[in-house]
Every structure is written in C-alpha cells, then in structure tokens.
C-alpha cells in the first residue's frame, strides 16, 4: 500500500478539497490523446441511431459511419484500438464528462451542450424529420407544417435525450409525447400504431422509410433543429487535440468519403431489412 507523506493542514485542507471538486476523468482530458495512447485504447461512447451507430444484437458488433470514423481515427491516426461503449442518449454527455468515454459519437451540436462539453467539427449535418403511416387518417389532409401533426389526438415517439427530444419538446404545444429509450422501441411503436408520428433524425427515418413502403417520411418548414453532428470531448481537451481530430473529420468530408461511409452503413440496414 502506497504512503503519502506528511504535510499540513492547509495543504491537506487543499488536498481535501481538489480530491472533492475534482471531476472523475478530467486529468486524462488534459492529456487527451497522449493519455489514449498511453492506455493503448481509444473508447467511444456508443447510443444506437441508425446510420450513425448500430450494434448487432446477436454478436453485440458495432457499425454505422461514426463507428467507422472513430475506429479508423484511432487505428490511422492514434495507433490505438477503438473501443466501443454501449451507452444511452440520456448518457452521452455525463459519460464525457465523467471519463468513461474519451469521445461521445454522433451528438449533435446544441448551445446547451456545448456548455458541457466540446465539438469536433461535424462530420454532417443533421435535422429533425417525420414518419408516419401513409394511410393515417389523422394526416389525410396534412403537409410540412409542424401544426399539421400537433394536434391533441395525435401521439407523437421520440427516443429519450435525443437532439429530436428536445426539439420537439419545445416545438409541439397539444400532441402528445412517448419517450423511449431507442430507435427500435420508436419504430415499433409507430409499427404497432401506438404512436401516430415518429420523430428521429432525418438520415434515420429517410432510411426507415425506403425499407417500408407504408411509411412517409416529412421533413417540416421551417427546418427543425438543423445543426451539425460531431464528437464529444471533454471541455478540457487540449486545443491541439481537437485541432488533430478537426483536420482529421475535414479531410475525410471534404474527399467525399464521409458520404461513402454513409452509403456503406445505408446498404447495411437495407440489406438487413430484406433478410427480415
């Protein structure tokens, strides 16, 4: 057992109170990818949203093109391998902040977030859509506008702590709301007609919906909570780590290979719905 030597109380008052205030995590966020690849290991906070992030439920492996993006950011560029967290949206920020996970994958870009912690540059763009069922009475008459599906009759799906969560929280005044913990339990409400409209990220639903011919994909005017889809970090990340990570997700957009990552994990799903 190791002994600490002795020192006075103020310093033990001092002491005392770092061991308090301090944050679980943040000295290796000091140290960011000097820390990673030190542990030889790269971690990824990892909340399941098809085409972002998908996880085999029969072999618990991970895919979807930000699994891709951190797998090959830690192998080319750290020299480390990546591991996959399994987490919740709820989850992504606190797992950040308390180093459970270096990097939270596919969180979108919110004021309120970035309070807690830091971005990478987005690696795409993001916007809240709907799905319905196209034979819905409910909607016969419905177009773009939000007001067509906030109606006090109507219910309304959205996985918990979402960026889609919180837009539509704000957003809708009379539907009401079903909160669930993933992307499965959404669709199947809407599947089970338990929910009237699913409310996910666009690249998500437009997804869902070629796979299923009854569903009907509406992107609303206005734009709902269009922002830019990153990396998490620590807040305390040193500004030439992100800086590596930015080049890093620029380059790759910039090439286009971003967009063929994207049609990689879309060709996946697809794929998987028709062996269902």
Request: charged share 20%; glycine share 6%; proline share 4%.
């Amino acid at each position: 057992m190791a002994r600490f030597p002795r020192y006075s109380f103020a310093s033990g008052v001092a002491f005392a109170s770092a061991l308090i205030f301090a944050q679980p995590g943040a000295h290796a966020a000091d140290q960011a990818w000097a820390s990673v690849q030190q542990a030889g290991v790269l971690r990824c906070g990892a909340a399941v949203a098809a085409p972002y992030v998908m996880r085999d439920p029969a072999t618990g492996k991970y895919s979807g093109y930000f699994v891709d993006l951190c797998r090959d950011f830690a192998e080319q560029v750290l020299k480390v391998k990546a591991q996959f967290v399994d987490t919740n949206w709820d989850n992504q920020v606190a797992g950040v902040q308390s180093g459970k996970w270096d990097m939270a994958m596919a969180l979108n870009q919110t004021p309120e977030r970035a309070k807690a912690v830091a971005f990478s540059v987005p690696a795409t763009d993001y916007q809240v859509s709907l799905l319905v069922n196209r034979k819905n009475p409910k909607f016969s008459a419905a177009g773009t506008d939000l007001s067509d599906y906030d109606k006090p009759d109507v219910t309304i799906a959205v996985i918990s702590g979402t960026a889609a969560d919180k837009a539509i929280t704000s957003a809708i005044k009379q539907a009401k709301l079903m909160r669930l913990p993933g992307s499965d339990e959404t669709r199947l409400a809407l599947m089970s007609r338990r929910a009237d409209v699913l409310a996910d990220a666009n690249d998500t639903n437009h997804l869902f919906a070629m796979a299923n011919e009854w569903a009907k994909e509406v992107l609303p005017v206005p734009a709902l909570a269009k922002q830019g889809v990153s990396f998490a970090l620590s807040r305390t990340t040193p500004a030439d780590d992100l800086a590596q990570l930015d080049a890093y997700i620029t380059r790759r957009r910039e090439s286009g290979e971003i967009d063929k990552l994207v049609d990689k994990a879309s060709a996946e799903i697809i794929a998987g719905n028709k062996a269902q």
